[in-house]
């Protein structure tokens, strides 16, 4: 190829690449901006209905009003957004200069790309600092493609806050590192050649599911070093029916991360912080003040309609119900009477079956239990 014509594909190259990191990078200001401008009053408008449906008193609901404009201030969206587009951009130019990265001086030891793998021979040293450049950037790609999905989601949901721009930036920055991590263990242990081969893959899956990687390096270095876990036992939101993944990262964004959190967690806060519905925050309170009681067991109850608090409350002035229930389950009688008991005493219970019935599709007014009572007042 002459020399003019090779420069020429050289420069298309470079250039294409830019203006691809240059539309890839602008995601984040994008989103951002068309959140603020067209979303905000939105869900302003929709949080001030649901508040007054819910009967929250009326000092409380001008306060409410506000709170959603003062959550999506504009400028708390631009340190954030600044951030995950520079480290957008900066992975972007990492994975599309691989080559050229590598390239520079592979003779001399780099920490990241060599780590303590270091040979004489600069042959060796090539494909390990390749093998870490790739495991890098594909988990960079599997981060950047997941958190794109995310603010997209988030978005259409009327819920893309600054926090989440944060977020993205500490997921593009931890799953490189974490897949880093998982090659050299790998390596190091004289993992099989297939599964060294599938690192590519392996790094890439990293970015998309970091924690699940981050509790696989602790169960590892835990069984290295002998150490034993002690403590309460865990109340994974997992159990929570209705509960994925991604509505797990969200609520773990305002300080739910376990089933404790969430059945202590305040129904008008969670309808201002999070994009989920009131009723579906009724049920998973409810299903988590129940698994505080039972825990794992809830899923034996479950089989005979007893899902959350409010079902066992319902029935708690049964006795032999209770009994029936209990015998059913395999769980023993007295035990699941004093949960009965104490969830039907339970102010909270009391105003989580308060608001269902408030948001009940079908009127309530002619049942005994909401006659002559006063609005909801929520503190």
């Not at 819910?54 to 506000?66: E, H, K, S």
Request: charged share 20%; with cysteine.
């Amino acid at each position: 190829m002459p020399i003019d014509a090779f420069s020429q594909v050289l420069v298309t190259g470079w250039l294409y690449k830019l203006v691809l990191i240059a539309i890839l990078g602008s995601f984040m200001v994008v989103t951002a901006a068309s959140f603020v401008r067209s979303r905000v009053h939105r869900r302003q408008a929709e949080y001030t209905d649901i508040i007054r449906f819910l009967g929250v008193r009326d000092d409380q609901g001008r306060f409410a009003t506000r709170a959603v404009i003062d959550e999506y201030p504009w400028q708390a969206y631009v340190v954030p957004v600044a951030a995950a587009t520079l480290v957008t951009v900066f992975g972007l130019i990492s994975l599309l200069f691989a080559a050229e990265l590598v390239e520079l001086d592979p003779r001399r030891r780099n920490v990241i790309l060599s780590a303590l793998f270091v040979e004489t021979d600069p042959e060796p040293n090539e494909w390990q600092r390749w093998q870490s450049m790739v495991v890098l950037t594909m988990a960079f790609l599997g981060a950047y493609i997941w958190s794109c999905h995310n603010i997209v989601r988030r978005l259409i949901a009327g819920d893309l806050a600054p926090i989440e721009y944060f977020n993205t930036s500490l997921r593009m920055i931890l799953a490189p590192l974490l897949s880093l991590m998982v090659s050299f263990l790998l390596q190091a242990g004289g993992a099989p050649r297939f599964l060294q081969q599938s690192l590519p893959v392996i790094a890439f899956m990293t970015g998309m599911l970091p924690g699940a990687v981050l509790i696989y390096l602790e169960e590892r270095v835990r069984a290295l070093l002998k150490i034993s876990r002690h403590g309460a036992p865990d109340l994974p939101l997992t159990m929570i029916e209705g509960l994925n993944r991604h509505h797990a990262v969200r609520l773990g964004e305002v300080g739910i991360d376990n089933g404790q959190n969430l059945a202590e967690a305040d129904l008008v806060e969670l309808i201002l912080k999070t994009p989920f519905n009131p009723s579906q925050l009724i049920d998973w309170i409810a299903q988590a003040r129940l698994y505080v009681y039972v825990k794992d067991d809830i899923e034996r109850l479950r089989r005979y309609g007893i899902r959350s608090a409010l079902d066992l409350a319902a029935v708690a002035a049964d006795e032999r119900k209770v009994a029936q229930i209990a015998a059913l389950a395999e769980l023993p009688d007295l035990a699941l009477a004093t949960i009965a008991q104490c969830l039907r005493d339970d102010p909270t219970t009391a105003r989580l079956a308060e608001f269902r019935l408030r948001l009940s599709p079908e009127p309530q007014l002619g049942r005994p239990e909401t006659q002559g009572k006063p609005p909801v007042r929520v503190a």
